[in-house]
Protein backbone atom coordinates (compact mmCIF):
# COMPACT_ATOMS: atom_id res chain seq x y z
CA UNK A 1 0.00 0.00 0.00
CA UNK A 2 1.10 3.33 -1.02
CA UNK A 3 2.21 5.49 2.22
CA UNK A 4 3.84 9.01 2.88
CA UNK A 5 4.76 9.53 6.40
CA UNK A 6 6.34 13.10 7.82
CA UNK A 7 8.21 13.84 10.48
CA UNK A 8 8.36 15.51 12.89
CA UNK A 9 4.27 16.24 13.63
CA UNK A 10 5.54 19.32 14.93
CA UNK A 11 9.22 21.61 14.83
CA UNK A 12 9.49 24.79 17.25
CA UNK A 13 12.87 26.61 16.01
CA UNK A 14 14.27 30.01 16.99
CA UNK A 15 14.70 32.36 14.54
CA UNK A 16 18.10 31.66 12.42
CA UNK A 17 17.71 28.04 14.16
CA UNK A 18 18.21 25.99 10.61
CA UNK A 19 16.55 22.48 10.58
CA UNK A 20 15.25 19.68 7.98
CA UNK A 21 11.50 17.88 7.78
CA UNK A 22 11.56 14.22 6.69
CA UNK A 23 8.97 12.77 4.08
CA UNK A 24 9.66 8.94 4.04
CA UNK A 25 7.57 7.49 1.07
CA UNK A 26 6.51 4.18 -0.35
CA UNK A 27 5.18 3.72 -3.74
CA UNK A 28 5.37 1.34 -6.61
CA UNK A 29 6.67 4.10 -9.57
CA UNK A 30 7.29 7.77 -8.09
CA UNK A 31 6.00 10.12 -10.74
CA UNK A 32 6.74 12.89 -8.58
CA UNK A 33 7.14 14.32 -5.11
CA UNK A 34 5.71 17.82 -4.25
CA UNK A 35 6.33 19.67 -1.33
CA UNK A 36 3.18 22.11 -0.06
CA UNK A 37 3.24 24.80 2.51
CA UNK A 38 -0.43 25.46 4.27
CA UNK A 39 -1.00 28.53 6.29
CA UNK A 40 -4.02 28.12 8.58
CA UNK A 41 -7.71 28.25 7.05
CA UNK A 42 -5.86 28.48 3.45
CA UNK A 43 -5.34 26.05 0.81
CA UNK A 44 -1.63 24.82 0.08
CA UNK A 45 1.12 26.93 -1.45
CA UNK A 46 3.10 24.82 -3.99
CA UNK A 47 6.62 25.07 -3.59
CA UNK A 48 8.85 22.04 -5.24
CA UNK A 49 8.58 19.26 -7.14
CA UNK A 50 11.40 16.45 -7.50
CA UNK A 51 11.09 13.93 -9.61
CA UNK A 52 14.34 12.04 -9.46
CA UNK A 53 16.65 11.07 -6.53
CA UNK A 54 19.83 13.23 -6.45
CA UNK A 55 17.37 16.26 -7.68
CA UNK A 56 17.25 19.49 -5.65
CA UNK A 57 15.53 22.33 -5.34
CA UNK A 58 16.07 25.57 -3.68
CA UNK A 59 13.90 28.90 -3.12
CA UNK A 60 14.73 31.26 -1.01
CA UNK A 61 15.40 29.76 2.41
CA UNK A 62 14.00 26.17 1.37
CA UNK A 63 15.90 23.60 0.04
CA UNK A 64 14.18 20.20 -1.07
CA UNK A 65 16.21 17.07 -1.61
CA UNK A 66 14.95 13.67 -2.65
CA UNK A 67 16.44 9.79 -2.45
CA UNK A 68 14.54 6.44 -3.37
CA UNK A 69 12.65 6.54 -0.42
CA UNK A 70 12.95 9.77 1.49
CA UNK A 71 12.78 13.85 0.68
CA UNK A 72 13.98 16.52 2.53
CA UNK A 73 12.84 20.05 3.10
CA UNK A 74 15.77 21.99 4.60
CA UNK A 75 15.13 25.41 6.10
CA UNK A 76 18.01 27.78 6.23
CA UNK A 77 18.04 30.08 8.88
CA UNK A 78 14.03 30.58 9.09
CA UNK A 79 12.14 33.50 9.64
CA UNK A 80 8.52 34.15 11.87
CA UNK A 81 6.85 33.96 8.84
CA UNK A 82 8.04 30.49 7.91
CA UNK A 83 5.58 29.48 10.20
CA UNK A 84 3.24 27.21 8.52
CA UNK A 85 2.49 23.21 7.90
CA UNK A 86 4.46 21.67 5.34
CA UNK A 87 2.72 18.98 3.24
CA UNK A 88 4.32 16.50 0.85
CA UNK A 89 2.73 14.20 -1.43
CA UNK A 90 3.45 11.45 -4.11
CA UNK A 91 2.17 11.41 -7.14
CA UNK A 92 2.28 7.47 -8.44
CA UNK A 93 3.86 6.63 -12.19
CA UNK A 94 -0.45 6.27 -13.27
CA UNK A 95 -2.64 8.29 -15.31
CA UNK A 96 -4.70 9.23 -12.47
CA UNK A 97 -2.47 12.73 -11.13
CA UNK A 98 -3.56 11.93 -7.59
CA UNK A 99 -1.49 13.21 -4.43
CA UNK A 100 -0.82 11.01 -1.81
CA UNK A 101 -0.58 13.24 1.30
CA UNK A 102 1.08 13.24 4.36
CA UNK A 103 0.29 14.24 7.54
CA UNK A 104 1.77 17.22 7.34
CA UNK A 105 4.36 19.27 9.72
CA UNK A 106 3.37 21.68 11.72
CA UNK A 107 6.65 24.80 12.11
CA UNK A 108 6.79 27.27 14.08
CA UNK A 109 9.83 29.88 13.84
CA UNK A 110 9.83 31.80 16.83
CA UNK A 111 11.57 35.79 16.74
CA UNK B 1 1.90 31.98 -12.26
CA UNK B 2 -1.19 29.19 -11.58
CA UNK B 3 -4.18 31.05 -9.90
CA UNK B 4 -7.29 29.03 -8.79
CA UNK B 5 -10.18 30.69 -6.98
CA UNK B 6 -13.01 29.44 -4.63
CA UNK B 7 -16.32 30.89 -4.03
CA UNK B 8 -17.75 30.86 -1.62
CA UNK B 9 -15.24 30.96 0.97
CA UNK B 10 -17.23 30.35 3.80
CA UNK B 11 -20.81 29.23 4.18
CA UNK B 12 -23.24 28.47 7.25
CA UNK B 13 -26.78 26.40 6.14
CA UNK B 14 -29.07 24.86 7.93
CA UNK B 15 -29.40 20.69 7.95
CA UNK B 16 -31.24 19.68 5.00
CA UNK B 17 -30.22 22.29 2.38
CA UNK B 18 -27.89 22.07 -0.63
CA UNK B 19 -24.30 23.99 -1.17
CA UNK B 20 -22.67 24.87 -4.34
CA UNK B 21 -19.18 25.53 -4.15
CA UNK B 22 -17.07 26.71 -7.22
CA UNK B 23 -13.74 26.00 -7.96
CA UNK B 24 -12.26 27.93 -11.21
CA UNK B 25 -8.60 28.68 -12.58
CA UNK B 26 -8.02 31.71 -13.68
CA UNK B 27 -5.42 31.42 -15.63
CA UNK B 28 -4.64 28.35 -17.08
CA UNK B 29 -7.45 25.92 -18.83
CA UNK B 30 -7.64 22.65 -16.24
CA UNK B 31 -8.89 19.16 -17.59
CA UNK B 32 -8.75 18.28 -14.67
CA UNK B 33 -9.08 19.17 -10.89
CA UNK B 34 -9.94 17.54 -7.29
CA UNK B 35 -11.60 18.18 -4.34
CA UNK B 36 -10.84 17.64 -0.94
CA UNK B 37 -11.89 18.11 2.29
CA UNK B 38 -9.46 18.45 5.35
CA UNK B 39 -10.43 18.02 9.21
CA UNK B 40 -9.10 20.27 11.83
CA UNK B 41 -4.80 19.69 12.09
CA UNK B 42 -5.44 16.51 9.22
CA UNK B 43 -4.27 16.24 6.19
CA UNK B 44 -6.14 16.74 3.24
CA UNK B 45 -8.35 13.96 2.02
CA UNK B 46 -9.25 13.26 -1.89
CA UNK B 47 -12.56 13.19 -2.25
CA UNK B 48 -12.94 13.15 -5.85
CA UNK B 49 -11.65 13.87 -9.40
CA UNK B 50 -13.29 15.69 -11.42
CA UNK B 51 -12.71 15.34 -15.51
CA UNK B 52 -14.01 17.75 -18.34
CA UNK B 53 -16.93 16.52 -19.97
CA UNK B 54 -17.23 13.55 -18.43
CA UNK B 55 -17.79 11.68 -15.34
CA UNK B 56 -16.23 12.76 -11.64
CA UNK B 57 -14.49 9.74 -10.35
CA UNK B 58 -15.09 9.20 -6.37
CA UNK B 59 -12.64 7.85 -3.70
CA UNK B 60 -13.76 4.97 -2.07
CA UNK B 61 -16.14 5.61 1.12
CA UNK B 62 -17.53 9.30 -0.87
CA UNK B 63 -21.12 8.80 -1.97
CA UNK B 64 -21.60 10.20 -5.10
CA UNK B 65 -24.92 11.03 -4.77
CA UNK B 66 -24.28 13.56 -1.77
CA UNK B 67 -20.96 15.35 -3.54
CA UNK B 68 -22.77 16.22 -6.92
CA UNK B 69 -19.43 17.18 -9.35
CA UNK B 70 -19.99 19.04 -12.40
CA UNK B 71 -17.10 19.66 -14.69
CA UNK B 72 -18.91 22.04 -17.22
CA UNK B 73 -15.32 23.55 -19.01
CA UNK B 74 -12.07 23.71 -18.56
CA UNK B 75 -12.17 26.54 -16.08
CA UNK B 76 -14.81 25.64 -13.85
CA UNK B 77 -15.87 22.50 -11.21
CA UNK B 78 -18.25 22.41 -8.93
CA UNK B 79 -19.01 20.68 -5.56
CA UNK B 80 -22.22 20.18 -4.54
CA UNK B 81 -23.39 18.99 -1.07
CA UNK B 82 -26.79 18.00 -0.98
CA UNK B 83 -29.22 17.77 1.98
CA UNK B 84 -25.53 18.76 3.84
CA UNK B 85 -25.85 17.71 8.17
CA UNK B 86 -23.64 18.70 10.51
CA UNK B 87 -21.08 16.01 9.92
CA UNK B 88 -20.26 17.25 6.23
CA UNK B 89 -18.78 20.52 8.31
CA UNK B 90 -15.33 20.32 7.19
CA UNK B 91 -12.78 22.61 5.01
CA UNK B 92 -13.07 21.93 1.31
CA UNK B 93 -10.39 22.37 -1.03
CA UNK B 94 -10.15 22.55 -4.81
CA UNK B 95 -7.05 21.76 -7.01
CA UNK B 96 -6.55 22.27 -10.82
CA UNK B 97 -4.01 20.25 -12.67
CA UNK B 98 -1.87 22.80 -15.09
CA UNK B 99 0.49 21.04 -17.72
CA UNK B 100 1.54 17.88 -18.74
CA UNK B 101 4.13 15.18 -18.68
CA UNK B 102 6.75 16.43 -16.40
CA UNK B 103 4.79 19.26 -15.08
CA UNK B 104 1.82 18.04 -13.88
CA UNK B 105 1.24 20.23 -10.66
CA UNK B 106 -1.86 20.77 -8.78
CA UNK B 107 -2.50 24.06 -7.61
CA UNK B 108 -4.56 24.89 -4.80
CA UNK B 109 -8.02 27.08 -4.26
CA UNK B 110 -7.64 29.01 -0.63
CA UNK B 111 -10.77 26.35 0.41
CA UNK B 112 -14.08 26.84 1.48
CA UNK B 113 -15.16 26.31 5.07
CA UNK B 114 -18.80 24.92 5.49
CA UNK B 115 -20.48 24.66 8.40
CA UNK B 116 -23.91 22.96 8.65
CA UNK B 117 -26.09 24.06 11.79
Known amino acids: EDQVTQSPEALRLQEGESSSLNCSYT??????LFWYRQDPGKGPEFLFT???AGEEKEKERLKATLTKKESFLHITAPKPEDSATYLC????????????FGSGTRLLVRP | GAVVSQHPSRVICKSGTSVKIECRSL??????MFWYRQFPKQSLMLMAT?????????EQGVEKDKFLINHASLTLSTLTVTSAHPEDSSFYIC?????????????FGPGTRLTVL
Open chain 2, 95 to 107: SALRGGSSTDTQY
Open chain 1, 27 to 32: VSGLRG
Open chain 1, 50 to 52: LYS
Open chain 1, 89 to 100: AVQEMDSSYKLI
Open chain 2, 27 to 32: DFQATT
Open chain 2, 50 to 58: SNEGSKATY
